[in-house]
């Protein structure tokens, strides 16, 4: 979701003119909203469910790092998964 800088209207990214006040998008009205870096901290903490958290709020602001954060959660948790199951086989009870 992007707006238009000049009347405000909600726009698909793929909008090249704006149907409210045909106005022509500029090239740096489709780059996606800024989402706060502390969202990496969700999957990190949270894995798949952070991750899953994370993509549900932030993917109609910035569905590529939506999508990111929602791979992160999911490779962490694998990561971690592996991890434990190594030290389970290592470190008997
Ligand atoms: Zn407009």
């Given amino acids: 979701m992007k707006f238009c800088p000049n009347c405000g209207s909600k726009l698909d990214f793929e909008v090249k003119i704006c ?13 996606e909203e800024k989402v706060s870096k502390l969202w990496w901290f ?3 903490f949270l894995g798949v469910l952070g991750g899953f958290a994370a993509w549900s709020i932030n993917k109609e602001r910035n569905e590529k ?14 990561i971690w998964g592996i991890v434990y199951f190594f030290l389970k086989i290592l470190l008997p009870p």
């Fill in 19 to 31: 149907p409210v006040c045909k106005f022509e998008q500029p090239e740096w009205a489709e780059k």
């Fill in 42 to 44: 969700v999957p990190f």
């Fill in 65 to 78: 790092l939506a999508n990111r954060l929602l791979i992160f959660g999911i490779v962490w948790s694998i």
